[in-house]
């Protein structure tokens, strides 16, 4: 079967930060998918794309080709009494949130583990073994998959899971696409008392207090984040809002209630805000009215879901924000042994620096250890922040906040990374040579070929 393709050079992911050209091939079904393995043998090499919610150019391949798998979205089977789902690779999240929504049943089922959006394929959620608000309980997104096909570029589909090729199942979890082609997943979903959540929202004062209430919040709450205003400093260092909630059993008719938060969203930015609106005085009003904004005590209130889990899904082209240069997201994680000076560490230089990012999130990973070989958690506190692209000056300030990182014992986040080092890269995975034997040879990214050093960089584009 002849596979269409089409030469791009408007492919980006979330951050907008890289331009590269790509050879585009849509796939539909699974022998399209069989057929286009057939590409490698024209000496470029694939990587599978989802929605484009990578950050930086794990999901590109400049000059290579992209596999679109969106049209791989089909449920295969639903088990409503154990709570398995299989489905193909391109299926959503948020397709998977209304098929729970839209069932009757005594027993409700939620997602095992949700990254800030929903709005990510289960193929995309295993590469890169995403991670939620809950890990402290339920790890990684990679603990609760059961089972996936896998396409390798000679065409050969194998079964993987911890049983049957268990090398592989391995590697492909957080392995970022680059162990071949997933098709199809069984993921067991968690059972929960019901959709709707009992919510806490309150502001802190400082960082010491942040780890005060994240470590009272752990055993009792399922979930649990913080906002950051990461431009405050001194004796309001690491100030923010905290969040945690449980799912709750639904009140009578509340499960009848409907939230429309699975198609398009109810905003949307659909051009560029000018470059200079994301600036530190701008970003300072709004962190100062958000903070004072949150209530000083915890306040309950029973709420959908989705304003907890996805509250950006909510403004369509949000990344417009930060203008056509983009932005860089930089998302850490250091050791529990080391967290607290190294957090401070790092929102000092952040402050420092008048480098302003307002989506600053602080959040305690917890012990379960997920089945990745690249997978990015560890016990410890991770911290993620949007930066946007001002050239020189936003590199330089990555380039210090990995220093901090790596003599922290810590490491970054592929899928939100768009400029580390090799060496910086090969210190926080040392598993990666290991992990490199298990590359499909017909696969690559922008990403890989520049962080193993296996091959000259390919520099993006400036906008």
């Not at 990254?115 to 394929?121: A, E, R, Y």
């Not at 609760?144 to 592989?168: D, K, M, T, W, Y």
């Not at 020189?392 to 939100?416: E, H, M, N």
């Not at 034997?437 to 000259?456: C, H, K, L, Q, Y």
Request: hydrophobic share 40%; glycine share 10%.
């Amino acid at each position: 079967m002849q596979v269409p393709s089409m030469l791009r050079d408007d492919l980006l992911t979330w951050g907008r930060s890289h331009r590269f050209r790509h050879h585009l091939r849509s796939l539909h079904f699974s022998d399209e998918a069989v057929a286009a393995m057939g590409l490698a043998e024209s000496g470029r090499t694939m990587l599978a794309r989802g929605l484009g919610r990578s950050y930086g150019d794990s999901a590109l391949n400049a000059d290579q080709i992209l596999l679109d798998v969106n049209g791989l979205d089909r449920f295969i089977h639903f088990d409503a009494a154990s709570g398995i789902v299989e489905c193909e690779a391109g299926v959503t999240l948020a397709a998977i949130l209304q098929l729970l929504e839209t069932r009757d049943s005594d027993q409700r089922w939620f997602l095992p583990v949700t990254p800030g959006t929903k709005f990510v394929t289960v193929g995309g959620a295993i590469a890169n073994d995403v991670h939620g608000k809950n890990h402290h309980r339920a790890g990684c997104f990679g603990n609760h998959v059961l089972s996936f096909q896998l396409l390798r570029s000679n065409g050969e589909i194998l079964n993987c899971s911890p049983n049957s090729n268990p090398a592989l199942f391995q590697a492909t979890i957080g392995g970022l696409g680059l162990t071949g082609l997933i098709l199809s997943a069984r993921v067991a979903l968690q059972a929960v008392a019901g959709l709707w959540l009992e919510a806490e929202s309150f502001r802190y004062e400082n960082l010491d207090r942040f780890h005060q209430i994240s470590s009272a919040s752990l055993t009792d709450w399922e979930y649990s984040v913080a906002w950051i205003d990461c431009l405050a400093a001194g004796a309001n260092l690491g100030r923010g809002v905290f969040t945690r909630a449980r799912h709750v059993a639904p009140a009578p008719g509340m499960d009848q209630l409907r939230f429309d938060s699975h198609g398009q969203p109810r905003l949307s930015l659909p051009f560029d805000l000018p470059s200079f609106a994301m600036n530190r005085t701008s970003i300072g009003i709004f962190n100062t009215m958000l903070w004072h904004k949150a209530s000083a005590r915890p306040r309950r209130q029973i709420t959908h879901y989705d304003p907890v889990f996805y509250p950006l899904d909510a403004i369509g082209g949000w990344n417009r924000l930060y203008g056509a240069s983009g932005f860089y997201q930089y998302q850490c994680v250091v050791p529990t042994s080391t967290a607290r000076d190294a957090i401070r560490e790092l929102l000092g230089l952040i402050s420092q620096s008048g480098q302003a990012s307002f989506l600053a999130v602080l959040k305690t990973f917890g012990t379960v250890v997920s089945p990745g070989m690249l997978s990015f958690p560890m016990p410890g506190v991770t911290l993620a922040l949007d930066f946007p692209n001002r050239g020189f000056g936003t590199l330089a300030l990555l380039d210090q906040l990995d220093r901090v990182t790596q003599s922290a014992g810590g490491r970054i986040y592929p899928a939100k990374d768009g400029r580390v080092s090799a060496a910086a890269f090969q210190q926080g995975y040392p598993g990666w040579r290991q992990f490199s034997t298990m590359i499909d040879p017909g696969f690559s990214s922008s990403f890989w070929r520049r962080v193993s050093a296996e091959a000259p960089l390919t520099r993006f584009r400036p906008l």
